[in-house]
DNA sequence: AGACGATGCCGACCATCTATGAGATCGCAA
DNA sequence: TTGCGATCTCATAGATGGTCGGCATCGTCT
């Protein structure tokens, strides 16, 4: 690894000189900065960011915290941070922390150490206290996806809109008797979801019954579990409004075997718009959170804190929007042809032109 | 952000002695170094790697250079990497670089910039010279998912075993004329799994006919439109072997749309075990690649060769599995709970106890 | 001649580690 | 008890690679 001394003493200059040709900053004539340039070429010469960022303390470097990249929805978030970090000329540390609050803070020790430049976080069961710790020590940190009683910057999206949207579907189809299977409790998106639901009812003029809304995991076992629950209330409910997709695909599999017909018998509704939802049969109603444009807001956000870390802290809020597919509503079955192709100009922002490409496997 | 200086003023030591108290290395009175610990503790004091790293030359931070971590079969890799790399103590920056060649050399220039101890590179198209050039400055490199021609470690699912085995399930069951649909031909795994298809057939005493393979290119769309040309071949096979998960998806809609019934017209195996093979009516058959391993053992690969530079290049193979479900053999509905149980056992190594868990969306 | 712009060098500095060596302490033998 | 070497304990002084302000030099213009 060539330094800025070794060309200083091929072009036969002091290394100020060679930083300041290589960096443009100062006065070098222009035919020396050539040649220095060149022979920086000729070397592999890449600056040391380490001996850089020690000194003008700016490391470029930014920590992405999310429970688990392997969950259908962080990818997408994660693709829209990296995305505008790269483009500004940062990289990104991934950190799984599993939801475990130890693991947490070991990797937050770790992006401390490092000195990253900011934090995103995309984790559902955020520590108050770590983010708070990481803003008294002067880390700008930005919460994506969720809201929590601290003064930084966030992104989300919103959740009582989105379930208002879904279940206002449902209704208008003429529905009377709507489930709801719900997330965990203490989750901030699982209540906002059945606020949404509750609005709905209230709007429409339909009272709430706490006997049609079962708690679920937001996972799809649970909803395969609280499915067979539903069809025994009495009356029966003719349609479901499930808190997240993997739990209506647990629905929709526990309806098939009992000879259930979605939506003939029973309308479905799910939410986050993951990929299974457009595979299933029949394809998934659902609601899409902007997933790729929350990461990327949320690193907007970071980076422009970075440079004004007094400005006043922004909430971003998102709207979701319902993607009405076969599960909810019947009718003849749409052309593969059509889907493809809307689905493709849709998501051509957030995946670039390599989506749904299974290349490298 | 307190410096050592700081604390040995405040501890009435030389800054020296702190360093050694807070890392253990040489002589320091166990009452001082808990005396310094503390102070170092009030003041919540993190270590400067960068200052460390300028010094004894690690980082401790890895590159992983992805195509896309949005395409379902990344994440699981990316999480193998990742888990490694931090019991291992080292923080991992995620690079997507969509196949671009351009925007790979502007990750690896960053990434050498930053003098990352070593890269693993899980991208189908990998630009040889670029992990040549990187050999060359002495960065350690290690190839997952894929092997080049240059002299460095890797880890990769045996592709051409996997196809065997799905050809020869579905052999075994009796079909005669099996149809494959591959990947684009330029592309290692693409030819590697056509490779197999050849074998099983050769092994089963049957004739490799050009007729029945078409080149689809991985994407769920040629799926769809080359079902169509299948039905076309006279006589008309009764299997197919997808070449991944995502052109089976779109020949079980092109089939479905046709009313030719899966598996008892047409069987289908597919590649990848993505999660939608799993939701499918009928569910997939298919072949399911040790991704999370493939990830953790290119971190280890890596790391080992940090520390042991001149060892010898390791070709690691793993073996794929065959996993047979609904759209190859006729039989009864499988239970679902049986199902759940079976793949929550098999993926807990892979993705924690937060697997499938809809968490924070 | 003096002022000013262009050019390039010098040395300090960023936070940490490590080699060196000085001084203190301790054990053991005389 | 004293003396001496071995072992502790800690401070000092570079060194890491790059940046930046200050300053010297040189040429040109007024």
Chains 1, 2 share one sequence.
Do not use: W
């Amino acid at each position: 690894m060539p330094t800025i001394y070794e060309i200083a003493k091929l072009a036969g200059v002091s290394p100020a000189t060679v930083s300041r040709a290589l960096n443009g900053t100062g006065y070098v004539r222009a035919e020396l900065r050539e040649r220095i340039r060149a022979i920086a070429d000729s070397m592999d010469y890449h600056p040391n960011s380490l001996a850089r960022s020690l000194l003008n303390k700016r490391t470029y470097t930014l920590g992405l915290v999310v429970p688990d990249i392997t969950n259908p929805f962080f990818p997408a978030v994660a693709r829209g941070v990296e995305d505008v970090a790269h483009t500004n000329g940062y990289g990104v540390i991934l950190c799984n922390t599993d939801g475990n609050l130890q693991k947490e803070a070991k990797y937050l020790k770790m992006l401390r150490s490092k000195r990253v430049d900011g934090v995103v976080f995309t984790t559902s069961r955020v520590q108050a206290s770590h983010v708070q710790d990481l803003l008294n020590a002067g880390v700008p940190v930005v919460l994506a996806d969720r809201r929590l009683d601290v003064r930084c910057d966030s992104v989300s999206a919103d959740n009582v809109d989105g379930a208002y949207q879904a279940v206002a579907h449902l209704l208008s189809l003429g529905h009377t008797r709507v489930a709801m299977i719900t997330g965990p409790t203490n989750l901030t998106t699982a209540q906002e979801r059945l606020e949404g639901y509750k609005q709905a009812l209230c709007e429409h003029g339909i009272a709430f019954s706490p006997r049609l809304v079962l708690e679920g995991d937001f996972r799809q076992e649970s909803g395969y579990r609280l499915a067979r629950e539903l069809l025994k209330i009495d009356p029966r409910p003719t349609a479901v409004f499930a808190a997240n997709d993997l739990m209506a695909v647990g629905v929709l599999m526990s309806l098939e075997e009992q000879g259930i017909r979605v939506p003939e018998d029973m309308a479905l509704v799910g939410y986050d718009d993951v990929v299974l939802s457009r595979v299933t049969r029949p394809r998934l109603t659902t609601v899409a959170q902007p997933k790729y444009e929350m990461g990327a807001i949320a690193c907007e956000l970071l980076i422009g804190r970075i440079s004004h870390p007094e400005k006043e802290p922004e909430k971003v809020l998102l709207k979701p929007r319902l993607v009405v597919r076969e599960s909810s509503v019947v009718r003849e079955v749409e052309q593969m042809s059509r889907l493809a192709i809307t689905r493709k100009t849709r998501r051509t922002r957030a995946t670039g032109d390599n989506n749904g490409n299974g290349q490298g496997t």
